[in-house]
């Protein structure tokens, strides 16, 4: 099992920048998804970037270019930049991993940009 504590979010003004941290109870190396993904009032869950099992780095269309996904693994911590935040972007971020073949959550944290 793994548990995952997210920290960051809160308000920014539109073309702000914010970064959340997700911190992992164990040695990130060994979780073999990680990353975050959003959710927003009345829409589905959406892939924001993960670290994928291929080794790759994904990014949501929507944030391609925008936001950066980087690792501290002497910290077990995933990192997720946000620059050029818009209101669209606002939404509660969850941290995700999948270790052995279950799939992780964390609590989810607000941000929240004004236009």
């Known amino acids: 099992q793994v548990q995952l504590v997210e920290s960051g979010g809160g308000l920014v003004q539109f073309g702000g920048s914010m970064s959340l941290s997700c911190a992992a109870s164990?040695?990130?190396?060994?979780?073999?998804?990680m990353g975050w993904y959003r959710q927003a009032p009345g829409k589905q869950r959406e892939l924001v970037a993960i670290f994928s099992n291929d080794g790759n780095t994904n990014y949501g269309d929507s944030v391609k270019g925008r936001f950066t996904l980087s690792r501290d693994s002497a910290k077990n911590t995933v990192l997720l930049q946000m620059n050029g935040l818009k209101p669209e972007d606002s939404a509660v971020y969850y941290c995700?991993?999948?270790?052995?073949?279950?799939?992780?959550w964390g609590q989810g944290t607000q941000v929240t940009v004004s236009s």
């Open positions: 995700h991993a999948v270790l052995l073949g279950e799939n992780y």
């Open positions: 164990r040695t990130i190396g060994t979780i073999t998804v």
